[in-house]
């Protein structure tokens, strides 16, 4: 028979027993704490237990939001429209993703095509035809009257001067 003095967690337990096997390591008053943790945290949190997320999970959003981001500072940061205009693309097809995030994220699209020279017309007619009621589809109004204005100048009357001899 010993005795053994354990601290845990700023307690100090005795426990007084044979060493060995049949020593009644099962009884500890240590063990019996970490396994009444790990079913309070188990009953805590019943959809760990099963393995399902809750519908309510704001994760969608949140990852969303950083592949946005990371296509923002390969555009920015790095210079590497390609790479950005893939992320874009990507954030726009995905359904799950947030409707004002995917509208966000092909203005930006558009602006990566306008910088490599190429006519975004088609983008940011698609950003007012899906997306009219987010803050993006301002923009790409004003970006395609730009484009109409370029397209089709308006040409203003000129004064002619005759002169007369």
Known sequence: MNTTQIEADGMEVTRTGHAGPAGGAAHSPLLRRAVFAA????????FFAIGVRPLFAQSAPVAAGVRLQAGIEKEDADGDLKSAME???KIAADNSTPREVRAKALLRLAECDEKLGHQAKQVYEQILHDYPDQPAAAHARKRLAAIQQQEHPVLLPTMIARSCW
């Open 87 to 89: 992320i874009y693309e």
């Open 39 to 46: 079913m309070i945290y188990l009953l805590a949190d019943p």
